[in-house]
């Protein structure tokens, strides 16, 4: 007797499966990476805080921290050179 013979596809057995039992998992954990990223980036890109305002604010107060400094040396040199 001989063994069973199996179908074959470039020399390895085919089970026959359906093809939705054989890749369910990899179509439900893809699509819901997928989904899960879009609407990741949909509520980082509506955010309602805007980046611009804070970068604007963030050079207006360091604009405003190098005027007391340049009015800080200003300061100190007035009172270096009243000294000599």
């Given at each position: 007797m001989s063994a069973a013979s199996y179908p074959r596809l470039f020399?390895?057995?085919?089970?026959?499966?359906s093809f939705l039992k054989l890749y369910l998992p990899f179509?439900?954990?893809g699509s819901?990476?997928?989904f899960g990223v879009?609407?990741?980036h949909t509520a980082l890109t509506n955010a309602p805080?805007?980046?611009w305002v804070?970068?604007?604010?963030?050079?207006?107060?360091?604009?405003?921290?190098?005027?007391?400094?340049?009015?800080?040396?200003d300061y100190l040199k007035?009172?270096?050179s009243a000294k000599n």
């Open positions: 020399g390895m057995k085919v089970y026959k499966t179509i439900l954990s819901t990476v997928y879009a609407s990741i805080d805007d980046k804070n970068i604007v604010n963030i050079v207006e107060a360091a604009t405003k921290n190098q005027v007391l400094k340049n009015e800080a040396t007035s009172l270096e």
